[in-house]
T-cell receptor, first 113, second 110 residues
Framework: NAGVTQTPKFRVLKTGQSMTLLCAQDMNHEYMYWYRQDPGMGLRLIHYSVGEGTTAKGEVPDGYNVSRLKKQNFLLGLESAAPSQTSVYFC????????????FGPGTRLTVL | GEDVEQSLFLSVREGDSSVINCTYTDSSSTYLYWYKQEPGAGLQLLTYIFSNMDMKQDQRLTVLLNKKDKHLSLRIADTQTGDSAIYFCAEGSGYSTLTFGKGTMLLVSP
């Protein structure tokens, strides 16, 4: 099993450009999450999904959209990137909620100039 | 809203014990977690404890929970240089989401 994979690993955007980050998991997990990690801020939840076709807002959803058309994939979109979205983005998945382990991907480092 | 606080930095010598502390505010927290993040990598779950437990031990790791004071600690016995990483405390009370602390950077010197 590859676990949780993220594409791309690094990206540099100009302000106003758009992009999509792809997260894929091969563990047949129901739940998937997108976090951003900023220095001194820890991890903050952007959006999450509790199953195929569902999405929900997390703590910092503004400026991002997500889609979960297939159970194994969770896409994070930035329609018009801003420098404030410079961050490291982590995807995670879990079999279910509650105490179930969240498995994290390796992260995507995004810089918006 | 929920808040999870951790000290930002801890430095120990190899072979010593490390204790990383965490406080949380949500009294309805059901599960409390410790994650480890090595440089350039994602988070890895180390251990978790149910809120009705006081202690959990797993090899070199000991988790203590004081629910009254909403205080969680992670003790690493015989700390090794490979334990150098950022350690995140997290609490879960909702259906599926976690609230993370800002992380404690543990530096282990030889």
């Amino acid at each position: 099993n590859a676990g949780v994979t993220q594409t791309p690993k690094f990206r540099v955007l100009k302000t106003g450009q758009s992009m999509t980050l792809l997260c894929a998991q091969d563990m047949n997990h129901e739940y998937m999450y997108w976090y951003r990690q900023d220095p001194g801020m820890g991890l903050r939840l952007i959006h999450y999904s509790v199953g195929e076709g569902t999405t929900a807002k997390g703590e910092v959803p503004d400026g991002y959209n997500v889609s979960r058309l297939k159970k194994q994939n969770f896409l994070l979109g930035l329609e018009s990137a801003a420098p404030s979205q410079t961050s490291v983005y982590f995807c995670a998945s879990s079999r279910q909620g509650g105490p179930d382990t969240q498995y994290f991907g390796p992260g995507t480092r995004l810089t918006v100039l | 809203g929920e808040d999870v606080e951790q000290s930002l930095f801890l430095s120990v010598r190899e072979g010593d014990s490390s204790v990383i502390n965490c406080t949380y505010t949500d009294s309805s927290s059901t599960y409390l977690y410790w994650y480890k993040q090595e440089p350039g990598a994602g988070l890895q779950l180390l251990t978790y404890i149910f809120s009705n437990m006081d202690m959990k031990q797993d090899q070199r790791l000991t988790v203590l929970l004081n629910k009254k004071d909403k205080h969680l600690s992670l003790r690493i016995a015989d700390t090794q240089t490979g334990d150098s990483a950022i350690y995140f405390c997290a609490e879960g009370s909702g259906y599926s989401t976690l609230t993370f602390g800002k992380g404690t950077m543990l530096l282990v010197s030889p």
